[in-house]
């Protein structure tokens, strides 16, 4: 295990974001698909790869095989439904390989017609797949198309993809229609001029292009093998994630140079609280394959140890900013150990809890961002597969698709203190087979939906807990109890106040829990978590070149009823980090009586409310009716405040639900309601409600000093299903 000795997890992944940037300044790519752009691409692989035929941890699913290429050359392979070739070389998401009848290449606009040829030559490999050679350079922008045929059926894809292995699919051929297909000719030529941008200011959002094209192929989403090509697209257009994620992007390719800026430290590190909360279908055992899951993720930190010592991997983001030849770019990576734990729902309401779920990952490949107008980091955001149960009778693999990144970078000029956001992410775990070393894709254990929510909180040497004192916080949390005998399921809401006198955290808090028992029913409990606590510092160790491990305190805490005298111990109630000033704290719930969850606390404003703004909601809501469990997450949803008095919820959300009975799990549903309309009420300490006109939807909660984020209890009761959860409210550009 090499360099095990680190500050942090994000340290490994920096020297990568540094050649992931490189390569941005070098026009040559700019996909999170990083670690192969990182490295020399020529002979980093064998030929025809397949990613059918292995499972490997730290890389994304889509398997990359650029070997033998010249920096100007692709390796173009076809992919098409089971229907179409059913001999064909069967590959991942149940598609299979063939050896295409025409290749050609040209040069196109919004109306996908073929406008111009293209300066090229290709070449047949013995294994079918064909290699093109750009003899003016890669594109880098969406107007080359490579198209190729198999018998009637014509699929394309973009040529500027950034690990240059072409892939003609559905996937891609969903890309070209949906991304480029969709924009006005005016918007075209807008990007355009993006791309062939010489000046020596480089209008960076021409790299969406070639991490787009690339992480379409990330998506772990089967195509049934009774649906030709045009069902296949239907069924792509129909998965509300993927769907979301293409037209995000291809919104994202439209951002102007003149509203981009970068982070003005050269380097941040990030304290990373993480939860998320998944729904699923699980297909491990017979006994209850089909069945829905509950599923809860919480960051942990870790340590491992070998022959070279030991290593402390604390959950983390690093940005990294460059500003070489006027181009600004800022790369960020994470690294998030976490541990999990589930509840199988079967329909005879019967409950199974598993606990004993090793270790993992939720680790971000190293790639570019935008930061928009100082504030809105955006990105596609590619995840790294991990492997757990190495060596053991289950080996499983962890898929993870990528998602569009939208956080609020705020609470500072120089550098942010904070990074906030919440996305969605599907996956899969698939079992693995061991053969000559190698590890091969065998059947899917699970289908899991997740809405994540992460609050990367700045570090910084030196933090002592006595900026916390004497301060009052608003608090709110979320929280899942999984596992009990007579009410298997309850997912808990805090909302309160907190003050702060020395070590002694005094929190007054009402709470709302909605309990399913082991009958199915499901009610509604309020009630009180009124509680004394203490806040301590939770030591970091750093590590030096020079003096080894150094033990400081860099903004990490504990929250404790009864402290142990060792600070490293695991508190009784949460794990959490600060800002350097104080003023934001979030925690890691981990407690016996209220369960696994995201607390968040702020210091009360002291302002003035905001009578008007626009901010993006992000979060999650956990429904329970009598024969259905649903989650849903915010996707793209806006709060726009319009007076002192008014507001109103643009609420787009994925949903995905389990019908109990059926045992059924719908894949993630884009929804776009209509506009709600609300009352709203704020006050000088920062508490703030939005409630519409029956008051059957209530969002309570608390906006921060500057204004710009509302942290929010949502409570819908309208209909036979109770539904409670937290959303983020963070402010987007003027």
Not at 68 to 91: F, H, K, Y
Not at 114 to 134: H, K, N, P, Y
Request: glycine share 8%.
């Amino acid at each position: 295990m090499d360099n095990l000795i680190l500050q942090s997890a994000t340290r490994a992944f920096l020297a990568l974001s540094v050649a992931t940037a490189l390569v941005l300044t070098a026009g040559c790519g700019g996909g999170d698909d990083a670690i192969d752009d990182a490295r020399d691409s020529e002979n980093s692989f064998p030929p025809a790869k397949n990613a059918n035929d292995d499972f490997t941890s730290g890389t994304t699913g889509d398997s990359s095989d650029s070997s033998g290429l010249e920096r100007n050359q692709v390796r173009v392979t076809m992919e098409v439904p089971e229907s179409v070739a059913p001999d064909g070389e069967a590959t991942r998401r149940n598609l299979r390989i063939v050896e295409p009848d025409t290749i050609s290449v040209y040069r196109t606009d919004q109306s996908l017609r073929e406008l111009a040829s293209v300066d090229t030559r290709s070449r047949r490999e013995e294994t079918g797949r064909t290699v093109i050679t750009f003899e003016d350079g890669l594109p880098q922008g969406p107007d080359v198309i490579i198209e190729a045929t198999y018998g009637n059926i014509r699929m394309r894809a973009l040529a500027a993809d950034a690990d240059r292995d072409v892939k003609v699919n559905p996937f891609s051929e969903y890309l070209v229609v949906n991304a480029l297909g969709n924009y006005t000719g005016d918007e075209f030529s807008r990007i355009m001029d993006c791309v062939n941008d010489a000046d020596s200011t480089l209008c960076l959002n021409k790299y969406v292009w070639s991490t787009l094209a690339d992480q379409v192929h990330d998506f772990e989403i089967d195509i049934p093998g009774n649906l030709g090509a045009q069902g296949a697209l239907t069924l792509l257009e129909e998965r509300g994630d993927f769907a979301r994620y293409v037209s995000s992007m291809a919104n994202l390719a439209l951002l102007g140079e003149d509203s981009s800026g970068r982070i003005e430290a050269s380097s941040a590190d990030y304290h990373s609280v993480f939860w998320a909360v998944e729904l699923g279908q699980t297909f491990r055992e017979s006994t209850l394959a089909g069945s829905g899951q509950w599923g809860v993720r919480v960051a942990r930190e870790e340590t491992v140890t070998d022959e070279n010592g030991t290593g402390y991997i604390y959950p983390g983001l690093t940005l990294t900013s460059f500003d070489a030849f006027n181009i600004r770019v800022t790369s960020l990576a994470s690294d998030i150990p976490y541990d999990r734990k589930t509840l199988v729902h079967r329909n005879d309401n019967e409950f199974f809890e598993r606990t004993d779920w090793e270790r993992n990952t939720h680790s971000s490949s190293p790639g570019a961002a935008t930061l928009e107008d100082e504030i809105r980091l955006l990105a596609g955001r590619a995840l790294f597969q991990s492997i757990t149960g190495r060596g053991s009778s289950e080996i499983i693999g962890w898929t993870r698709n990528p998602y569009y990144l939208d956080a609020y970078a705020g609470g500072g000029s120089s550098e942010p203190d904070r990074v906030i956001g919440g996305y969605f992410t599907a996956g899969k775990a698939i079992e693995l087979r061991s053969e000559s070393g190698e590890l091969k894709r065998e059947r899917t254990l699970e289908d899991h939906y997740l809405s994540v929510f992460e609050l990367n909180l700045l570090r910084e040497e030196g933090f002592e807990r006595q900026a916390l004192d004497g301060r009052d916080y608003n608090v709110v949390y979320l929280a899942t109890r999984m596992g009990d005998e007579n009410r298997p399921m309850v997912v808990e809401s805090g909302l309160g106040e907190w003050q702060i006198n020395g070590p002694t955290v005094t929190q007054a808090m009402t709470t709302t829990m909605i309990r399913r028992d082991d009958t199915g029913t499901v009610t509604v409990a309020p009630g009180a978590r009124d509680a004394t606590w203490e806040i301590s510092e939770r030591p970091s160790r750093v590590w030096d070149p020079n003096e080894g491990n150094r033990i400081v305190s860099n903004g990490r805490l504990n929250l404790d009823t009864n402290p142990d005298d060792d600070p490293d111990d695991t508190p009784d109630i949460a794990i959490g980090a600060s800002t350097p000033d104080g003023a934001l704290l979030g925690f890691n719930l981990d407690t016996n009586a209220i369960g696994e969850g995201l607390m968040v606390a702020a210091e009360q404003a002291n302002a003035s409310p905001p009578a008007s703004g626009q901010y993006r909601l992000q979060g999650a809501t956990l429904g329970m009716a009598q024969s259905s469990n649903r989650l849903a997450h915010f996707d793209n949803a806006r709060l726009v405040i319009e007076s002192s008095g008014s507001a109103r919820l643009d609420g787009q959300r994925l949903d995905i639900v389990h019908q109990v009975d059926d045992e059924t799990v719908s894949v993630p549903q884009a929804l776009v309601p209509d506009d709600v309309s609300l009352d709203y009420s704020a006050n000088v300490d920062g508490t703030a409600t939005f409630t519409n006109s029956d008051g059957t939807l209530t969002m309570d909660g608390f906006f921060t000093a500057d204004r710009d984020q509302f942290i929010l209890q949502l409570r819908d009761t309208d209909g036979d299903e109770e539904i409670l959860g937290l959303v983020i409210a963070t402010r987007l550009p003027d």
